[in-house]
């Protein structure tokens, strides 16, 4: 019973590609996540979206869409791939109140060549 | 800005002995703070937190934090630690809007048999 869920496990790819990375929740949370984990561990904050509407967009380059059809899923789209974009990416998923924990996927885990 | 601080790059115990992962936070107004764990490859799970109430907060697997505010600091902690403790640990911090998480950058923690 996998609670947040994303796919691919891995992506592979080369520079100037479109790519997307797909998230859905079972846990019936209103708000949903994506966060990028770098080559040294640091966990970023991207996106956040509560009820379907974005909520938090940090610095994070146009080429990245984030896109949510229903409050079960949040999906990643990607232009233009860069060498930097090379990342481990993570959908989380949590229910705004109360204060809820915020539930993991297990990641996809982007190479771009 | 809400943020968390994790001093130690990595921390070596053996096992059966007590563990100490530090966390410090810096915050404007109550602070929410959790604690994660990374295994290799693997997507991150939630330990524990602290929203209000006591200072100690029990966890997942054995694992208690202590909630101290005059050093403004959420050390996790755990009285004998396992080999399969081994891993990464993330404490993170409730961003004032928006629901996100600030992560501070990990500590590596190895359990030697």
């Known amino acids: 019973d996998t609670a947040v869920s994303q796919t691919p496990k891995y992506l592979v790819t080369q520079m100037g590609n479109d790519k997307s990375i797909k998230c859905e929740q079972n846990?019936?949370?209103?708000?949903m996540y994506w966060y990028k984990q770098d080559s040294k561990k640091f966990l970023k904050i991207m996106f956040s979206y509560n009820n379907k509407e974005l909520i938090i967009n940090e610095t994070v380059p146009n080429r990245f869409s984030p896109k949510s059809p229903d409050k079960a899923h949040l999906n990643l789209h990607i232009n233009s791939l860069e060498l930097g974009d090379s990342a481990v990416y993570f959908c989380a998923s949590s229910q705004s109140l109360p204060l809820d924990t915020q539930y993991f996927g297990p990641g996809t885990r982007l190479t771009v060549l | 800005a809400q943020s968390v601080a994790q001093p130690e790059d990595q921390v070596n115990v053996a096992e059966g002995n007590p563990l100490t992962v530090k966390c410090t936070y810096s915050v404007s107004g109550n602070p929410y703070l959790f604690w994660y764990v990374q295994y290799p490859n693997r997507g991150l799970q939630f330990l524990l937190k602290y929203i209000t109430g006591d200072n100690l907060v029990k966890g997942s697997y054995g694992f208690e934090a202590e909630f101290n505010k005059s050093q403004t600091s959420f050390h996790l902690k755990k009285p004998s630690a396992l080999v399969s403790d081994s891993a990464l640990y993330f404490c993170?911090?409730?961003?004032?809007?928006?629901?996100?998480?600030?992560f501070g950058k990990g500590t590596s923690l190895l359990v030697t048999p």
């Open positions: 846990l019936g949370h209103d708000t």
């Open positions: 993170a911090v409730r961003v004032n809007s928006g629901y996100a998480l600030n």
